[in-house]
Structure formats: structure tokens, C-alpha cells
């Protein structure tokens, strides 16, 4: 079965640092770009941050780039999203999900975490 | 940036109607459009990508149709376990974007 499980949410500070993992099982990991989606309460889904099934490419939206960092280990089967310079606007339900690209078509598989909340206070 | 506009925004209905709901891309992303489906305190689903095919496992009352810059989304029947909010996503090009979502919900 595939399954997403993400950890490392929790209550931080403004100006403080987090990081998330994704544990990845059921399919194979390396074959499959991945992404961090997050949604605050209330509010819709925001696409934050894409890396390729190589790790050799990674993409931001505006609102963290330069403050976020993605990764990914193979070996561990791990997603990871390194967060810094939290701000308020931040807080929000983090997920991880198979990225719908796969090999210049769309994947059928479709997958995502239960999500890890963030809650950064001032 | 492709933005993405969902409409309505909300819409309130009963078991057995039929519900349609539109996707609009500010430019054309061929068919790289999917649908998903989210219950409170839930992950979303998919439910439709390639804006036409449907997801293994989903109902066949959910349809889609589409491509370019223009898309639907089709509840053939509403089920009450279809009350939900929808979204559409392209991935098309980064970054990648969500509509901002049509919650259906009962009449």
C-alpha cells in the first residue's frame, strides 16, 4: 500500500526554524518527483515546493524561496522540507504528495500525506 | 504565473443533482489539469486527471472535460458522501497552482 506520513510540525516562534519529513512506502521513492503542499486554516490548498525523483532539481513558490529548503534522501526513503525565517503566514497544515509529472506524462499514482501543522506565533 | 479560477466558489445541492463545476487557467496548459476532492480534516484526492481520465477507484458519476484554458468538473448524481470541497490544479508549468476551491454542500 502506499502511504505518505509526515512529521516535525509544532508551535514555533516567528524567526525560528522547523523541518519536516515525509516517510514515503508502498512505491518506488526514487522514481517519483514529490511536493510539499500546504493549506492554512480555513484557506485553500497552496503548492509550496517541488523536487525532482534524482533531487537534482528543485523548485519554490515566491512566498519561500530563499527562506525553505527541500530535499530528499533515496536511501531512506525520506522527503524533507527545511523551514527557516518562520513568519505567521506560514502557519498551516503541511502535506506531501506525489507530484502528478512522472516522466513527461501525468502519473496515475496520486498520493498524500495527512499533513503536519505548523503554528508559528509571534 | 498561471492563475487559476474556480467558480462557483460555493454551491448548495441536493442527493441526485447533478452538479458542474468550472476550472478557468489565465493561459493554456493543454490537459495538465486534475481534480481533487478534500473532506474536512482530510488529505485531498484525486479524483480526475489529464483533465478527462478518471482515477482508478473513483466513482464513474464524476466525469471531467476540457482542455486549453477551460475545464469541467461533473458530478453525475450528488451522493451525500460527495459533499466536499473541490479543487482544480495545474501542473502544467511552475509554479504549480490551485483554484481556490467550490465547496458543495446540502440544500
Known amino acids: 500500500e502506499v502511504q505518505l506520513l509526515e512529521s516535525g510540525g509544532g508551535l514555533i516562534q516567528t524567526g525560528g526554524s522547523l523541518r519536516l519529513s515525509c516517510a514515503a512506502s508502498?512505491?518506488?521513492?526514487?522514481?517519483?518527483?514529490m511536493n510539499w503542499v500546504r493549506q492554512a486554516p480555513g484557506k485553500g490548498l497552496e503548492w509550496v515546493s517541488s523536487?525532482?525523483?534524482?533531487?537534482?532539481?528543485?523548485y519554490y513558490s515566491d512566498s519561500v524561496k530563499g527562506r525553505f529548503i527541500i530535499s530528499r534522501s533515496n536511501s531512506r526513503n525520506t522527503l524533507y522540507l527545511e523551514m527557516n525565517s518562520l513568519r505567521v503566514d506560514d502557519s498551516a497544515v503541511y502535506h506531501c504528495?506525489?507530484?502528478?509529472?512522472?516522466?513527461?506524462?501525468?502519473?496515475?499514482?496520486?498520493?498524500w500525506g495527512q499533513g503536519t501543522l505548523v503554528t508559528v506565533s509571534s | 504565473d498561471i492563475q487559476m479560477t474556480q467558480s462557483p466558489s460555493s454551491l448548495s445541492a441536493s442527493v441526485g443533482d447533478r452538479v458542474t463545476i468550472t476550472c478557468r487557467a489565465s493561459?493554456?496548459?493543454?490537459?495538465?489539469l486534475g481534480w481533487y476532492q478534500q473532506k474536512p480534516g482530510k488529505a485531498p484526492e484525486r479524483l480526475i486527471y489529464?483533465?478527462?481520465i478518471l482515477q482508478s477507484g473513483v466513482p464513474s458519476r464524476f466525469s471531467g472535460s476540457g482542455s486549453g484554458t477551460e475545464f469541467t468538473l461533473t458530478i453525475s448524481s450528488l451522493q451525500p458522501e460527495d459533499f466536499a470541497t473541490y479543487y482544480c490544479?495545474?501542473?502544467?508549468?511552475?509554479?504549480?497552482?490551485f483554484g481556490p476551491g467550490t465547496k458543495v454542500d446540502i440544500k
Open positions: 489529464d483533465a478527462s
Open positions: 493561459q493554456g496548459i493543454r490537459n495538465d
Open positions: 504528495m506525489i507530484h502528478p509529472r512522472w516522466y513527461g506524462a501525468t502519473s496515475p499514482l496520486d498520493r
Open positions: 523536487i525532482w525523483g534524482s533531487g537534482g532539481k528543485t
Open positions: 490544479l495545474q501542473h502544467n508549468d511552475y509554479p504549480l497552482t
Open positions: 508502498g512505491f518506488r521513492f526514487d522514481d517519483y518527483a
